[in-house]
């Protein structure tokens, strides 16, 4: 399938929205990364099982968004793993500063989760060190969510 030679405004609005959607979702993500590190700083294994369900449920409608990008990606610029600059290049002068604001989000979102989990990995390894052999520390491992980008 080739891209759209004149995409309408519907589809690069639905472009927007997708940005937005899964910025929306990382900023989600953010908090409950920041929930899991507070509960395993004070040792409530509730809270971490809570913000590991949670993530887990916000990574598959993450993943539904990234799906729907693809697509667009798809009859916007002709490939589903085209790159923003890729597909800007294809869209010439359609991209619009309110596009490339949200895909500037998105971005600084991604880049910003990444370290969050990064963190959260290092707390949960060491503190599953210290617990090494409890029913605790089985819990904690389960709370450590994969992130790919």
């Given at each position: 399938?080739?891209a759209?030679n004149s995409?309408?405004?519907?589809?690069?609005?639905?472009?927007?929205?997708?940005?937005?959607?899964?910025?929306?979702l990382?900023?989600?993500?953010?908090?409950?990364?920041?929930?899991?590190?507070?509960?395993?700083?004070?040792?409530?294994?509730q809270?971490?099982?809570?913000?590991?369900?949670?993530?887990?449920?916000?990574?598959?409608?993450l993943?539904?968004?990234?799906?729907?990008?693809?697509?667009?990606n798809?009859?916007?610029?002709?490939s589903?793993e085209?790159?923003?600059?890729?597909?800007?290049?294809?869209?010439?002068?359609?991209?619009?500063?309110?596009?490339?604001e949200?895909?500037?989000?998105?971005?600084?979102?991604?880049?910003l989760l990444?370290?969050?989990v990064?963190?959260?990995?290092?707390?949960?390894?060491?503190?599953?060190?210290?617990?090494?052999?409890?029913d605790a520390s089985?819990?904690?491992?389960?709370?450590?969510?994969?992130?790919?980008?």
């Amino acid at each position: 399938m080739t891209a759209i030679n004149s995409p309408s405004d519907t589809f690069l609005e639905a472009l927007h929205d997708t940005f937005v959607s899964e910025f929306r979702l990382l900023e989600d993500l953010m908090g409950q990364m920041h929930r899991q590190r507070d509960a395993v700083g004070v040792g409530d294994y509730q809270g971490i099982n809570d913000s590991t369900f949670a993530t887990h449920r916000i990574l598959a409608t993450l993943r539904q968004a990234r799906q729907r990008r693809r697509q667009l990606n798809l009859l916007l610029g002709g490939s589903e793993e085209c790159t923003f600059d890729e597909l800007e290049t294809a869209l010439g002068d359609r991209v619009d500063a309110r596009l490339r604001e949200a895909r500037h989000q998105l971005q600084q979102a991604a880049s910003l989760l990444a370290r969050e989990v990064s963190a959260n990995r290092m707390l949960l390894r060491a503190t599953l060190s210290i617990n090494a052999g409890t029913d605790a520390s089985s819990c904690v491992c389960r709370a450590t969510p994969a992130m790919s980008h």
